[in-house]
């Protein structure tokens, strides 16, 4: 028998890529499923990148690039830095990777050991807990309050501290409640950090797409905290650029060369197409990406507007392109003689029977909520709000 070992089998699987990868099939199958589940933008990858990319091509960019990336993007991630979020950082302190995913699968690799502690704000994204647990570490989960708009208090994170704690996982903007820390907010959590000499995972994939108020880098707060934090991001959520699988770290060269150690036995570089498609990414004019946002924020509006009429409560969220929904009032309802007893079980039902693909909020640690991506187009929200509101209809 195929022996599968301890480290994987000790898992979970990505609930976000399975219910993703159920709905494709069922629409392979013919079923006419309304995708609201999936954390990736409808748009095409703009023009301008996407040149990029066959440029490189033709002028045979297709060789290996150095582990860290070339120099060209390198050049490219420290000037946004720079220009956007007030870091400034030499290029031994930048890595590019496949994907934030990777970055940050990475940098939990080198900075816990066995059985050390990572604080997860809670409800948190789906791989962080996978991630520590794939590096021997031991997630502890700290719950965020909905009423404080989901955002980690000092006091918290101080009963969250162990003598074994090591890292910080901090999201912001965040995915899946849409919130945003103020500088105010941040500068507070990294004193209690610097404090403990916990060290910072700020993953901030999501910069690109705020609503109310402004991002801010925990990074950018103050000199000691810079040199605590580990700064993530990527192009697939910002630039429509899911598919090239792109991000990046910034943090202190010493931690970044460890990084590199790891990616170079396991990965070698990101493809050079996608860097070299990604540093046009980085440099383009801020109006290339601004009318998505302002796409995405009349989308949030409707699918609000239409889940509040249906009967799911919920709240619009200041950044990000999910809504997270507490779906408690729904709970222990019948569908069909038969009781909803979770999250999950809502969200196989209605994607079984109302061709609506959500994510159950256990994929987030919430059990209650489900989550939805308003990355969609309006006419695919809009017949995915009127699913929901005739599947809610038939509870009794
Ligand atoms: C919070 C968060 N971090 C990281 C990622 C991974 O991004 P990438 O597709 O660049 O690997 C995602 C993707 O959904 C995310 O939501």
Redo the contacts with the bound molecule.
């Keep these: 028998m195929l022996q599968i070992s301890d480290r994987v089998s000790r898992i979970a699987a990505s609930k976000t890529v399975q219910i993703g990868e159920l709905a494709l099939a069922m629409q392979l199958r013919g079923r006419d499923v309304i995708q609201l589940a999936t954390?990736e933008p409808d748009f095409d990858t703009p023009a301008v990148i996407r040149n990029a990319a066959i440029d490189a091509i033709s002028r045979g960019a297709t060789r290996y690039t150095p582990v860290r990336g070339t120099p060209e993007i390198r050049a490219a991630i420290c000037r946004k830095l720079s220009r956007d979020n007030q870091l400034h950082c030499t290029d031994d302190q930048i890595m590019v990777t496949a994907?934030?995913?990777q970055a940050?699968a990475l940098a939990i690799e080198v900075l816990v050991g066995a059985r050390q502690e990572v604080i997860v704000p809670t409800p948190y994204?789906v791989s962080y807990p996978e991630m520590v647990k794939l590096a021997d570490g031991i997630p502890v989960f700290t719950p965020l309050r909905a009423d404080l708009g989901y955002k980690l208090s000092p006091d918290d994170l101080s009963r969250a501290i162990s003598a074994r704690s090591r890292v910080l996982i901090l999201?912001t903007p965040g995915?899946p409640a849409g919130n945003v820390y103020t500088r105010e907010e941040l500068l507070s959590i990294a004193d209690v950090c610097r404090r403990h000499g916990i060290r910072i995972l700020s993953?901030e994939?999501y910069e690109k797409i705020v609503f109310n108020g402004r991002h801010h880098s925990i990074a950018a707060c103050d000199r000691r905290i810079a040199d605590l934090t580990v700064t993530i991001n990527?192009c697939?959520k910002a630039f429509a650029m899911?598919g090239w699988r792109i991000?990046y770290a910034a943090g202190r060269a010493d931690i970044i060369a460890a990084m590199a150690k790891l990616a170079g036995q396991r990965t070698t570089c990101p493809s050079s197409i996608s860097q070299a498609a990604a540093s046009a990414a980085l440099d383009c004019r801020p109006g290339t990406i601004s009318d998505m946002t302002d796409a995405y924020r009349r989308r949030r509006d409707l699918m609000v507007a239409g889940l509040n009429a249906a009967g799911i409560r919920c709240r619009k969220p200041a950044a990000t392109f999910y809504l997270f929904a507490d779906i408690r009032n729904l709970l222990g309802r019948k569908y069909r003689k038969q009781e909803l007893t979770s999250s999950q079980d809502f969200t196989m039902r209605l994607l079984e029977h109302a061709g609506v693909a959500v994510v159950p909020g256990e994929a987030f640690g919430a059990p209650h909520h489900i989550r939805l991506s308003f990355a969609a187009a309006r006419k695919t929200i809009e017949q995915g709000i009127e699913r929901i509101a005739a599947f809610i209809g038939q509870l009794s």
């Design positions: 954390g994907g934030a995913k940050l994204w999201n995915n993953d994939i990527g697939s899911t991000g």
